[in-house]
Structures are given as C-alpha cells and as structure tokens.
Nanobody, 124 residues
Framework: QVQLVESGGGLVQAGGSLRLSCAASGRTFNRYAMGWFRQAPGKNREFVAAISWSGGSTNYADSVKGRFTISRDNAKNTLYLQMNSLKPEETDVYFC?????????????????WGQGTQVTVSS
C-alpha cells in the first residue's frame, strides 16, 4: 500500500509558477507509475500529467504541454509537478495518484492510490 501526501499549492498570480510535490510512503515507490490530476468544484477530475515507474516515459494533457513538467526522485520517494505560466482557469485542487507498474496513462481508473489534494489558486 502507498500513502500519498501533496504539498506546494498556494496562491499565485497569472503567469506565475508553482512546484507541487507528492511524498509517498513505503519502499516500493519505484514500482508505481505516478500521475497528477486536477479537479474544480462541480467538475470531473482532469488528467494533467503522468510518469512511468522508471521515469523514462512521460505523458501530458495537451493543455499543459510546454508549461508543466512532471518528474520523480525515486531515492526520495517524491513526485513533482513544475507548473509555469499558470492561468486563472487552472485554479483547482491538484491530486497525485499511483498506479502499480503502470506506464503513466491518462485514465484515472488506472490508478490505485490517491492523495488528499493540494489547492492551487491562480489570480487574474
């Protein structure tokens, strides 16, 4: 079992940057593909980015390509999401998720464990 805790959210102006982190418990972090999703109140959860268990493959939503970067440090059991050029419409709760030996897909149903989320607010 993996427990996930997100951090790094906050308030930022449009065009600004934030770096989210997701700390994972356990000694098998490197066996999990990891993903970032986001959700606004009353809306469905939306895929943002994912990375394979090895870190060799990444996958991004079209809306964030070129602005967001997903990475992982398996030695620190931590997943990251660097977000640049943020837009007000990206104000959401951001969640990290883990998929055992996954390849980093966009389908939330592939993921086995979820964090509680961290709020990101982008002001205009």
């Amino acid at each position: 079992q993996v427990q996930l805790v997100e951090s790094g959210g906050g308030l930022v102006q449009a065009g600004g940057s934030l770096r989210l982190s997701c700390a994972a418990s356990g000694r098998t972090f490197n066996r999990y593909a990891m993903g970032w999703f986001r959700q606004a109140p009353g809306k469905n959860r939306e895929f943002v980015a994912a990375i394979s268990w090895s870190g060799g493959s990444t996958n991004y939503a079209d809306s964030v390509k070129g602005r967001f970067t997903i990475s992982r440090d398996n030695a620190k059991n931590t997943l990251y999401l660097q977000m640049n050029s943020l837009k007000p419409e990206e104000t959401d709760v951001y969640f990290c998720a883990a998929n055992y030996y996954g390849s980093g897909r966009a389908n939330e149903n592939d993921y086995d464990y979820w964090g509680q989320g961290t709020q990101v607010t982008v002001s205009s």
